[in-house]
């Protein structure tokens, strides 16, 4: 496939909203806006496909050595993250930049402390992961757990790492009420979870971190005819 990227997609620009720059401390790298969000959402990236654990239909990655776009072996659609890529050196760089830093951290609190130095108590929307996804357990409750205190930032994302996202919810029973989560279709966990309880928290319902009155987490039937090209893990029409 070749890869269809004009300008009008460039991710945003690399924002100064880090909260800490001045420390001399490392910070993630934050952007701003591109040609598909507002101006007033910032947004942080991860190089696509290498921390995207559960893509599968979408799976690309650009070869961290030629730069060099490669396409999963089951690829349906490609991850437009990955031509952005290929397309943008500084979008690139920064992405890779972003998860050297995110490795370093030996813990969840390590990772924490990282996200919440980089954002700046003025950033009301954040949209995390414009490319690449929760690529570890760790690295996604770190990013909750950031969530949780900094209440005054709404946080969103759409994943394909469905076992840490119900990882997390069978520890603390629902998501921080400030972080929306959108199942992403295309992901590889989808038949695991077919074959488990037969249902998972539906993410129209629970992304947001809400209970039923009873104190249990809603709860709706998996589609049950699924094709390969349709394979959608909790809600239709999450195509990133």
């Known amino acids: 496939m070749p890869v269809t990227t004009s300008k009008r997609h460039k991710a945003g620009k690399t924002s100064r909203a880090n909260s800490s720059a ?3 401390l490392p910070c993630l790298k934050i952007g ?4 598909k969000l507002d101006k007033d959402v910032y947004t942080t990236s991860l190089p696509a496909g290498h921390t995207c654990p559960g893509a599968h239909l979408c799976k690309a990655r650009v070869n961290f050595a030629t730069n060099k ?9 490609r991850c437009f993250a990955a031509g952005l890529e290929v397309a943008f050196k500084d979008f690139r760089n920064n992405n890779r930049y972003n998860l050297k830093l995110l490795s370093r951290c030996r813990t969840t609190a390590e990772m924490k402390s990282l996200i919440l130095r980089s954002l700046n108590p003025r950033i009301v929307k954040l949209r995390v992961h414009v490319s690449g996804d929760f690529f570890s357990q760790t690295h996604f409750d770190a990013w909750m757990e950031a969530a949780q205190q ?5 946080f969103y994302a759409y994943t394909k790492s469905f076992p840490f996202w119900l990882n997390w919810l069978k520890r603390h029973g629902s998501l921080p009420r400030n972080f929306t989560l959108t199942a992403s ?3 590889n966990h989808f038949q695991p979870l077919l074959q488990s309880k037969g249902e998972v928290p539906c993410s129209r319902q629970s992304m947001s971190g809400q209970t039923s009155s009873s104190g249990q987490l809603p709860r709706t039937p998996l589609i049950k005819a699924v094709t390969s090209t349709t394979a959608l893990a909790v809600s239709q029409n999450c195509r990133r």
């Open 22 to 24: 001045h420390s001399g």
């Open 32 to 35: 701003r806006g591109n040609a």
């Open 69 to 77: 776009l490669e396409d999963g072996p089951h690829q349906v659609f």
């Open 150 to 154: 900094t209440p005054r930032t709404q």
């Open 185 to 187: 279709e295309g992901s």
